[in-house]
């Protein structure tokens, strides 16, 4: 996975665009950062920024993911992920294009470039169950990273899979063929006509691993909550 010390977004569309940044500590709890005062990106101009100056928000070896938010429109969330380092000269820079409900970013690729590459590290773990206690219908979801290229993908069981209040289902990842040995995962909860979300942890697919990822959601469709049990 490649290091980056800052992040770039140019606007190309007819909206105003903020740079956030989705990011995973190397403990696997997962953020979301974005800068204080005005950040606007207005159309045709671009914002850059150093991971460095996060006031130890964003931490060296974090998992890092351009995330631009569109103001009254649909946001968009990068497929590359990078690791961030503040030794780091590269930059990835990113260019975000449309209207404010159509839309499309596009990776511009890196500026600048460093001699060493890193893989990060996360807890490793085999399968995950999710146990259904709110007030809706949910189904599992499975966010999985390449550690080397960055690239991201969401795997969905197919045929039925919906988990009624009180039930639970289990994903065996080694039966999962999208999903490789040592990708980088995270459970997602997609709730029906409701709002989804998104495990806090972050782990490394372990094939034959026993560890099982046992997590609960609960609330409502529009305020759920997820956590680790």
Do not use: W
């Amino acid at each position: 996975m490649e290091r980056v010390r800052c992040m770039t977004l140019k606007n190309n569309g007819n909206f105003v665009a903020r740079i956030k940044i989705k990011g995973t500590h190397t403990n696997g709890k997962t953020y979301t950062y974005e800068q204080s005062g005005y950040h606007d990106i207005c159309k045709y101009a671009e914002r850059t920024v150093d991971l460095a100056d996060t006031n130890g928000k964003v931490q060296p070896g974090d998992v890092v993911t351009m995330f631009a938010f569109v103001k009254l429109g649909k946001d968009k969330t990068a497929k590359e992920s990078f690791v961030y380092a503040p030794d780091s000269i590269q930059n990835a820079k990113y260019s975000i294009k449309g209207t404010t409900l159509s839309n499309s970013l596009k990776f511009e690729g890196i500026i600048g470039k460093d001699p060493v590459q890193v893989a990060p590290k996360f807890p490793e773990v085999g399968s995950f169950k999710l146990i259904n206690k709110g007030n809706f219908v949910v189904r599992m979801q499975i966010i999985h990273a390449d550690p080397n290229s960055g690239k991201t993908a969401i795997y969905e069981p197919s045929g039925y899979h919906d988990i009624c209040k009180y039930a639970e289902r289990t994903i065996d990842l080694s039966k999962v063929s999208e999903i490789k040995n040592g990708e980088i995962v995270t459970l997602r909860a997609f709730v029906v006509l409701g709002k989804d979300i998104e495990a806090s942890e972050t782990y490394t697919f372990k094939k034959g691993s026993g560890v099982m990822a046992t997590y609960e959601i609960s609330g409502n469709t529009l305020t759920p909550k997820i956590k680790k049990v």
